[in-house]
Structures are given as structure tokens and as C-alpha cells.
């Protein structure tokens, strides 16, 4: 009986060895999974991060991202604020939002004891702009909206304040009749009149499916800034601008070659809850493999020619709103950091 209970007790310990010598699943050895909010399933931010957050854990030590889908940037700052996320998703124009209590702020301010995001990845832009029939002769600048029925958006996102803030700066938000429609409307609105003009965008020069259904059913042009419009916007607006080149983004000829666009700027963003270490790791696999992150959605291709440029110019644009300490490490390991931003505390 006693060699029996002796050959089982050898047994056991000799199995216990064996699963003891196995070494453990990789992601295993990971700390708990960084959970990062997105956009809707299926949609490009989703499908970005997603992308992204495979990139990130294959080659980090011990980060584990995971892609939650939310309502949207402002919804994904929510929560993580009431601490369901480890970071978010976000524009420039949201984050300016948040720390400064305006817009979905003003009357819900962001829990005092909530993580902040910090500036963390940017990743692809989005560029607006206003469009109109090609045959509408009485609109060739932005003052020539004034009286008109113009489809913003979606009231209360980013792209209908954005838009906002530029009419605001040159004297137009009172003057024209915003109209709410659905998106799937704007082609057959556009030909019959029920809307004069409309303002549409590009994520990473790519139109969005609405526009680009537009752009294939209706001929179209550009509603030009005009040169003081332009000057206006840059200055007083707040917003980001930039140019987009026609040809890039549009099946027809719009009316120009090269366009003035107002900008959004949207990346994935962290707080002081992910260490500088871990958050500059993070940072330099994106910035170093930004030929993969390429291949997660063609409208990133455009960060792929120039990451640094991209989340520099981003930064510089809210220079307001802290950088993350460990991308900061980077950013002065490149040479790119300006004395005027700010970085976060630790």
C-alpha cells in the first residue's frame, strides 16, 4: 500500500514538473489588457485600431491592447473617465473639448477624478470642406452661402463644430439655414435644390462613403475660401487647416486642383495610467512600423509618408493639451520637441 501511495506522489510531482517547464502563452505573461475605446464596429476608426493594437501586440513586451468599440470619441472620453476604458479615441477638437470644459462639456464637465487622456497617437486626418452643384454659378466662395440651405453633419460631433467655428470666424454661421439630413439624402438633395450646398470630408484623403457616392452621382465643385476667408480661418477660426489636392480624393473635377480644408486630427489616446516607459514603447513601435500600420486601412497610408510630421503637427495645433511624458521622451530623442508644448504629469 505504502509503494502504491509512494508511486502515486512520485507521479504527480513528476506531472507537476512537466506543465511547470511549459512555457506560458506570451500574451499570458502580459499585464491586464490596456483597453482603448474606438468608434462603432466596423467603422475606420475601429478598424484602425484593431489593426494598430495587433502591431502593437506583437512586438511590445508587456503591453496587451484591446479594440473597444464605442459610440465615438466623445462617448469613448466618457468612459474612460468613469475609468471603463484605459484610453480613447479622439480628434484634436475633442481633447480641446474636454480640458476646457466646452461643448459636451460645458454642462456635464469631465469627472475631477477621472484619467485624463493625454496627446498620444495621431494617426489620420480628417479634412473638410464645402461642396455645391457644379452648374451653381451664384456660389463660388464662402460668402456666397450667406441665405443658403447647408447640410452640416452631425450636430454635436466634431464635424459640425468644426465647420461651425470656421462660418463663426468669417461672419457666415448666422447668415446661412443649417439643414439636417440624412446622409443618403445629400446626392438627390443637392440635384433637386432641397439643399444648396453641403459640407463633406476625407479620412486620410479617402472621401467617406456618403461623399464618395455623391462625387459618383452628382457633378460637384469645391465652394472655394477665398483668400481673406482663408487668412480668417487660420486665425481667428481655432481649427486646424491645411490643403488637400483634388485629384487624391474626387472621381471629377471639382474646380481646382488644390483646395483649403479645415482640419480634424484623430488618433488613440492615454493618460497618466500607462507609465512613460510602457507609453514610449508604445509610440516608437507606431512611429517605427509605420509602413505596417499602412497596411490596416488605406486611409492611413497618408500617416505612413510622414508619422512624425503627422503627430508633430498635431500636437503643435493644441499645444494647450499635455503629451503624454513617455511620447514626449521620443519627440525630444528626435529632435522635434518645441519648448512651448506641455507634458502631462506622471
Avoid at 474606438?38 to 508587456?62: P, Q
Avoid at 476646457?100 to 464637465?109: A, H, M
Wanted: glycine share 10%; aromatic share 10%; net charge positive.
Amino acid at each position: 500500500m505504502r509503494g502504491k501511495s509512494f508511486f502515486i506522489g512520485v507521479s504527480i510531482c513528476v506531472i507537476g514538473l512537466f506543465f511547470s517547464l511549459i512555457p506560458p502563452d506570451a500574451e499570458a505573461q502580459k499585464q491586464a489588457p490596456l483597453r482603448f475605446g474606438s468608434s462603432r464596429a466596423g467603422s475606420a476608426g475601429y478598424v484602425t485600431l484593431f489593426g494598430v493594437a495587433k502591431i502593437i501586440n506583437d512586438r511590445a513586451k508587456d503591453i496587451y491592447i484591446e479594440a473597444v468599440p464605442t459610440a465615438g470619441s466623445i462617448a469613448s472620453q466618457r468612459m474612460m473617465g468613469k475609468g471603463e476604458l484605459e484610453g480613447c479615441y479622439s480628434g484634436t477638437w475633442n481633447l480641446i473639448d474636454l480640458y476646457q470644459n466646452r461643448g459636451p462639456y460645458e454642462k456635464s464637465p469631465y469627472p475631477a477624478g477621472g484619467v485624463k487622456p493625454y496627446q498620444t497617437w495621431y494617426c489620420y486626418l480628417v479634412k473638410l470642406f464645402a461642396i455645391t452643384r457644379a452648374d451653381r454659378t451664384d456660389i463660388k466662395h464662402w460668402s456666397d452661402l450667406a441665405g443658403k440651405k447647408v447640410m452640416v453633419p452631425i450636430p454635436g460631433s466634431a464635424v459640425f463644430e468644426i465647420p461651425k467655428a470656421a462660418l463663426v470666424s468669417v461672419g457666415l454661421w448666422d447668415k446661412i439655414k443649417v439643414v439636417d439630413i440624412a446622409y443618403t439624402a445629400v446626392p438627390d438633395a443637392l440635384k433637386m435644390g432641397t439643399i444648396d450646398a453641403a459640407f463633406g470630408y476625407v479620412n486620410g484623403d479617402i472621401l467617406i462613403p456618403w461623399m464618395a457616392e455623391t462625387d459618383s452621382r452628382v457633378k460637384i465643385k469645391v465652394v472655394m475660401q477665398s483668400p481673406k476667408e482663408a487668412e480668417l480661418i487660420r486665425t481667428k477660426a481655432g481649427v486646424a487647416t491645411g490643403t488637400l489636392k483634388t485629384k487624391k480624393a474626387f472621381s471629377q473635377d471639382v474646380g481646382a486642383a488644390e483646395i483649403n480644408t479645415i482640419n480634424d486630427i484623430y488618433g488613440f489616446h492615454i493618460g497618466k495610467n500607462l507609465s512613460t516607459d510602457k507609453a514610449y514603447e508604445m509610440f516608437k513601435i507606431l512611429i517605427e512600423n509605420a509602413g505596417e500600420v499602412a497596411k490596416v486601412h488605406a486611409m492611413l497610408q497618408e500617416y505612413a509618408e510622414n508619422p512624425l510630421g503627422l503627430n508633430v503637427n498635431a500636437i503643435d495645433s493644441i499645444a494647450g493639451v499635455p503629451v503624454h511624458p513617455g511620447v514626449a521622451k521620443y519627440l525630444k530623442e528626435k529632435g522635434v520637441w518645441k519648448q512651448s508644448w506641455k507634458i502631462g504629469p506622471e
